[in-house]
Every structure is written in structure tokens, then in C-alpha cells.
Nanobody, 120 residues
Framework: QVQLVESGGGLVQPGGSLRLSCKAS????????MGWYRQNPGAQRELVAS???????NYADSVKGRFTISRDNAKNTVYLQMNVLKPEDTAVYLC??????????????WGQGTQVTVSS
């Protein structure tokens, strides 16, 4: 299987910045698309940003121009740079990676989630 470890969450003031990281490990053959989701209390999980193995990116309208997703394939890591943070960005952010292993066809894997709180 593939394990994901997230880091970089925390408490910031409105207008501040955070950088989230998610590193994949395990019996990896290939990693395909990677993405970041967020979930507000009592709300449905929302796709924030995604990036394909070829580097094509997609963003939710609410974060366009403020967030940037990137990946380092040599490190099996995906990042989310978050700038000009707003209180509405407060959520648990979850990393998602589609990967294949020695034993499985391409499968989605989820990180443990990291809390981002934007408040003055």
C-alpha cells in the first residue's frame, strides 16, 4: 500500500501564507494525479487543487490566484502553497494521491488531514 504523511498546517492571520506538504511512501510503482481537498465542519469534502503526472493543474474558483499546487516526482511529494489566506479557507486539508503498487492497480490514497485555521 501507499502511505501519505501531511505537514504544514497551522494558525495564521488573514492575509498570511502557509505551505502544505504531502509525501507518499510504500511499495510504489507509479504515482498519477495528486490533489488537495478540504472539509469544513458538517460540510462536504471539496476539491481545492489537483495536478496530473504531466503537470497540468486545476483549482477551485475560490482559490484561483492565491493557491499554487506543485509536485516533486523524485521525492513523491505534492505541495500546496497558500497565499492571501482568508477566514473562509479554514478547514481540514487532506492530501489525495492516485498510485499503483507492486500488488494493486491504480488506487486512491488519503492523508490523515492537517488543520488550517485563518483567524485574527
Amino acid at each position: 500500500q501507499v502511505q501519505l504523511v501531511e505537514s504544514g498546517g497551522g494558525l495564521v492571520q488573514p492575509g498570511g501564507s502557509l505551505r502544505l506538504s504531502c509525501k507518499a511512501s510504500g511499495s510504489i510503482l507509479r504515482l498519477f494525479a495528486m490533489g488537495w481537498y478540504r472539509q469544513n465542519p458538517g460540510a462536504q469534502r471539496e476539491l481545492v487543487a489537483s495536478i496530473t503526472s504531466g503537470g497540468s493543474t486545476n483549482y477551485a474558483d475560490s482559490v484561483k490566484g492565491r493557491f499554487t499546487i506543485s509536485r516533486d516526482n523524485a521525492k513523491n511529494t505534492v505541495y500546496l502553497q497558500m497565499n492571501v489566506l482568508k477566514p473562509e479557507d479554514t478547514a481540514v486539508y487532506l492530501c489525495n494521491v492516485r498510485g499503483s503498487t507492486y500488488y494493486t492497480v491504480p488506487t486512491d490514497y488519503w492523508g490523515q488531514g492537517t488543520q488550517v485555521t485563518v483567524s485574527s
